[in-house]
Structures are given as C-alpha cells and as structure tokens.
C-alpha cells in the first residue's frame, strides 16, 4: 500500500516555532513528501537533530528521532544506523548546528561514509540565536554581534564535503519545492553519505539573503553536467560568486561504514552477546 503523506503530519493545532515566511516550512514539506514518494513508512524513518530552529523538523513530524546536543546529530545518525541497517537515517540540522558546533562529526561522518542523508538548513545565519553569523555567513555581513561586518571567510561545505570523499553532494533551494524534493529523494536512495546543504532564507535575521537574492544568485547545473567527475565538481564547489544546484557529485560503489564493520568481521559484532550478563548491568542502574 502506497504512503500517504498526511501519515508524516501531526495534528493540525500543532505549533510550529518558525516565523511566517521562514524557509523551514518548505523543507518540511520537502522531506515528508519524498519520504511518502519513495513509499518509506514513518515507522521506518529516524531523524537525528541537534539544537537550532532547523533542528525541530523532526519534532514537525509523525516520525521516530533523535535531538540530541548543539551539534551532536551525526554520531546517533551513525549509530543508529549501524544498529538497525534497515532503517532510513536522516541527519537534518541548521549551518551553525552541523558545520559550526558540529564541524568536527561533519568531517569525520564523511570519512566513515555511513549509508545516511545530511540535510542541512543552510540560512548564512544563527537563527534560534538571534542573528549572529554563522560559518557559512558572506565576509561583510553585519550583524548584532558582527556590527562591523563578518571579517572570515564563509565556510565551505560542498569543497570540504568533496575533499574528504563525500560520494554525494548536492545543493538545493527550499524555494524550489518540485526540484529540491527530487533531489533530497535521490540523497535517500544513494547508498552511502548523502550532503545536501538546502539555501534556506532566514526572513527575521538576514535580510541580506533573501528568497530574491538566492533566485538571483543561484543556476541550475544542466543535464550533461557530468557528477562523477570529481575535478568538476571542486571546480563548481569553489565558485562562490555562481552558486549552482543539484547533483554536483555522486560516486557510487564505495563501501559503507556499517558494511566495513560488519563485513570486515569487526570484534565487536562477532563478539558473543551475554545477555544475562547485560540484564543484571540494566538492573543495576534501575
């Protein structure tokens, strides 16, 4: 039987913290309609999420989760993952959550390659904040606490993500519902770790990108855009002044990290369970 995607919704008197206009919504509506495209029960769905305002979606949802520390959605993705590789794991967090506090789990998720989609809700601003920048906030934005102007470069995502052999990388815009759900859908269906990093208007803190400024600034990669070549890719990564969207790399046959650990007959999985041995240790901490 085909899922509905009302199964994902919460009753209608539900209230959403987000302010009018903010670029979550549409990500929420993204995420529940490919997951209900793809025919995925929320029953077999777990999101992980650390704190900020892009970090309450799974709370938006009918959906088993995880939110965790400022920064800590990555490693319980990973975990859970790799407890119960039948399950669909998304990672979804803000810019400041995932590359700021959480840059150290971003790198090195990358590197173990767990079969998990990483959305980030990427604003250019710390939101459940107040508006001070973020990693990725442009050089000269001013802020109230960068009342000068944002002297550092902004973070790269997509080049460090490519870098450290990240074998899917996309970059979408939330106010482009049709495209960034085909795209968050082929982030689930690859098999390994899957970025996208979703432009996400802040209407409350950063007036500088706006839904306008991201139509204006933003392209779309064309159909013979070739995403397994990896130089391309980094070339594409690094343009800052044109930002593109979609696909920018995917590679595919590179082992998963639950498939190192399992496969590779790591001792912790070989080693015997002692259940009983478990069950007094549960009772000791009642």
Same mark, same amino acid.
């Given at each position: 039987?085909? #899922?509905?995607?009302?199964?994902?919704?919460?009753?209608?008197?539900?209230?959403?913290?987000?302010?009018?206009?903010?670029? &979550?919504? +549409? /990500?929420?509506?993204?995420?529940?309609?490919?997951?209900?495209?793809?025919?995925?029960?929320?029953?077999?769905?777990? /999101?992980?999420?650390?704190?900020?305002?892009?970090?309450?979606? +799974?709370?938006?949802?009918?959906?088993?989760?995880? &939110?965790?520390?400022?920064?800590?959605?990555?490693?319980?993705?990973?975990?859970?993952?790799?407890?119960?590789? @039948?399950?669909?794991?998304?990672?979804?967090?803000?810019?400041?959550?995932?590359?700021?506090?959480?840059?150290?789990?971003?790198?090195? *998720?990358?590197?173990?390659?767990?079969?998990?989609?990483? /959305?980030?809700?990427? &604003?250019?601003? !710390? @939101?459940?904040?107040? @508006?001070?920048?973020?990693?990725?906030?442009?050089?000269?934005?001013? *802020?109230? /606490?960068?009342?000068?102007?944002?002297?550092?470069?902004?973070?790269?995502?997509?080049?460090?993500?490519?870098?450290?052999?990240? *074998?899917?990388?996309?970059? #979408?815009?939330?106010?482009?519902?049709?495209?960034?759900?085909?795209?968050?859908?082929?982030?689930?269906?690859?098999?390994?770790?899957?970025? =996208?990093? =979703?432009? $996400?208007?802040?209407?409350?803190?950063?007036?500088?990108? *706006?839904? $306008?400024?991201?139509?204006?600034?933003?392209?779309?990669?064309?159909?013979?855009? %070739?995403?397994?070549?990896?130089?391309?890719?980094?070339?594409?990564?690094?343009?800052?002044?044109?930002?593109?969207?979609?696909?920018?790399? $995917?590679?595919? @046959?590179?082992?998963? !990290?639950?498939?190192?650990?399992? %496969?590779?007959? %790591?001792?912790?999985?070989?080693?015997?369970?002692?259940?009983?041995?478990?069950?007094?240790?549960?009772?000791?901490?009642?």
């Amino acid at each position: 039987m085909a #899922v509905d995607k009302k199964q994902y919704d919460l009753p209608a008197h539900t209230d959403l913290a987000w302010c009018p206009g903010c670029g &979550n919504f +549409p /990500i929420l509506n993204i995420v529940k309609t490919a997951l209900a495209e793809l025919d995925i029960p929320p029953e077999g769905v777990v /999101i992980c999420s650390g704190i900020g305002q892009a970090a309450k979606t +799974p709370q938006y949802m009918r959906v088993n989760y995880f &939110n965790g520390l400022h920064g800590r959605a990555l490693p319980p993705a990973t975990a859970i993952k790799l407890a119960n590789p @039948g399950l669909v794991v998304i990672s979804e967090s803000g810019d400041g959550d995932t590359y700021g506090e959480g840059g150290n789990h971003f790198l090195h *998720t990358i590197r173990r390659n767990p079969d998990i989609t990483n /959305i980030v809700h990427d &604003n250019m601003i !710390y @939101g459940l904040t107040k @508006g001070q920048a973020s990693p990725t906030s442009e050089k000269g934005m001013k *802020t109230p /606490i960068q009342t000068e102007g944002v002297v550092l470069e902004p973070f790269n995502p997509l080049a460090t993500a490519l870098s450290l052999g990240a *074998t899917f990388v996309a970059r #979408v815009f939330s106010g482009d519902i049709i495209q960034a759900k085909e795209i968050v859908k082929a982030a689930i269906q690859h098999k390994g770790y899957a970025l =996208v990093d =979703v432009f $996400q208007p802040c209407v409350v803190f950063n007036k500088q990108n *706006t839904y $306008q400024w991201f139509k204006e600034h933003t392209y779309y990669l064309d159909e013979q855009h %070739d995403k397994t070549d990896k130089m391309k890719a980094l070339e594409i990564a690094f343009d800052m002044e044109k930002l593109a969207l979609g696909v920018i790399y $995917q590679k595919t @046959g590179r082992p998963t !990290y639950e498939e190192l650990i399992r %496969d590779g007959q %790591d001792p912790l999985f070989l080693r015997k369970r002692n259940d009983a041995a478990l069950k007094k240790l549960l009772e000791s901490y009642k």
